[in-house]
């Protein structure tokens, strides 16, 4: 069964940091494509940022220079590390993997992402 437990979301100010992290059981996690999404209330799902299994990245414009997305493939783990947050980053953040090696480009939403984790919320203040 697969599992992803996302943890580290929090309360921030403006400017402040976030490292949200994403364990991973159940299934070959090295090779597959994963991302981080999230969700605002009363807005659609969007993609933050995907890396491929050979650790490739993707950054919606939004948080390019900011944000960065790892993997550590020995601790099964997912990461997100979150700079000079903006209240507009506010959102609850969901880990999820593929099924397939290479992130797809044009998948905003993650619709063709397999599983996902319960998510964890990000709020940031002004």
């Known amino acids: 069964q697969v599992q992803l437990v996302e943890s580290g979301g929090g309360s921030v100010q403006s400017g402040g940091s976030l490292r949200l992290s994403c364990s991973a059981s159940g299934y070959t996690y090295r090779r597959v494509c994963m991302g981080w999404f999230r969700q605002a209330p009363g807005k659609e799902r969007e993609g933050v940022a995907t890396i491929d299994s050979d650790g490739s990245t993707r950054y919606v414009d939004s948080v390019k220079g900011r944000f960065t997305i790892s993997r550590d493939n020995a601790k099964n783990t997912l990461y997100l590390q979150m700079n000079s947050l903006k209240p507009e980053d506010t959102a609850m953040y969901y880990c999820?993997?593929?099924?397939?090696?290479?992130?797809?480009?044009?998948?905003?939403?993650?619709?063709?992402?397999?599983?996902w984790g319960q998510g964890t919320q990000v709020t940031v203040s002004s």
């Open positions: 999820a993997a593929a099924t397939f090696l290479i992130c797809p480009v044009a998948d905003r939403r993650g619709d063709l992402f397999a599983y």
